[in-house]
């Protein structure tokens, strides 16, 4: 019974969660908020909404006193769905204080379409936009507030896809892709596309969208690109080949990791990460966003 009555009562819940040790920096309204090493308490709860008629879940953390004000991050999963490292790197965006919005990549891609599947960057971008119009209603934002955007694996994709896209860059403020591969076709149709523990193909593969070549068309938007060394998938070593030196609004971090789930590195990835949430959102200080 103890249980069942925690059950009903999670999807509202006021949670808990350590934060990381943030630096403190001086902002403007849309700025960092100066964070000490402390607790932040945290609404957690989850909505839906409607794409072409059918609903997708979002899961939605917003603390009392969050990081940046203004902003929500919003983070994609990779192939696998809602669960494990997926949940964790979101976890960790809300336990540093963003208000953040994380919804499963599988289940996005398995919405009926009127054409029957997603064809276009330009399509992806306008389905992000109405995932914000509801991710900001239920946090009660308004419509001036941005977002990073963010995903792991092919939730890193999707980020650098609608990044690139004209139509979005009025409302968003960088791009973090985590484990992000070489290329993207966004389509759900082979075993692997069911798991993010799969290898690379052994072949050279001709893919819809080459996702480093995009991260060029980010700008003038800041872009972050976080990759294990041991990537199963796409390494650091050739990640960082592809995606070319560092520039005033491109950073990579390579994270010291056995696979794409970062395994023995929690510790750099989670520095990564924040670091690369702080510097997104100073970029916008700097620039009177």
Request: charged share 20%.
């Amino acid at each position: 019974m103890r249980c069942n009555a925690i059950a009903r009562v999670r999807l509202e819940s006021w949670t808990v969660a350590l934060a990381a040790a943030l630096v403190a920096v001086s902002c403007s309204a849309v700025g960092l908020r100066p964070r000490t090493e402390a607790s932040i308490v945290a609404r957690e709860f989850t909505t839906t909404v409607l794409l072409h008629g059918k609903s997708l879940e979002l899961h939605v953390t917003a603390p009392r006193a969050p990081a940046a004000a203004n902003v929500v991050v919003l983070y994609a999963s990779g192939d696998g769905g809602w669960f494990g490292a997926a949940v964790d790197m979101f976890r960790q965006i809300g336990n540093a204080g963003y208000v953040a919005v994380g919804f499963s990549s599988r289940a996005f891609l398995k919405i009926e379409r009127p054409r029957a599947a997603l064809v276009s960057a330009a399509q992806l971008a306008a389905e992000y936009e109405q995932i914000l119009v509801q991710a900001r209603r239920a946090l009660g934002l308004d419509a001036t507030s941005r977002a990073v955007l963010t995903g792991w694996s092919r939730g890193g994709a999707f980020s650098v896809l609608v990044g690139s896209e004209p139509s979005a860059k009025d409302h968003i403020l960088g791009v973090i892709a985590i484990g992000l591969a070489e290329g993207e076709d966004l389509e759900v149709n082979s075993a692997e596309d069911g798991t993010d523990d799969g290898q690379a193909s052994s072949g050279a593969r001709r893919w819809p969208f080459d996702t480093y070549a995009r991260i060029a068309r980010v700008a003038p938007l800041p872009c972050a690109v976080i990759q294990a060394t041991r990537d199963n998938y796409l390494p650091a070593s050739r990640a960082r080949q592809l995606f070319g030196p560092d520039t005033p609004l491109r950073r990579f971090y390579a994270i010291e990791a056995r696979n794409h789930r970062f395994s023995g590195g929690k510790a750099g990835f989670d520095a990564a990460l924040l670091d690369a949430l702080r510097w997104i959102v100073e970029q916008s200080v700097r620039q009177g966003a």
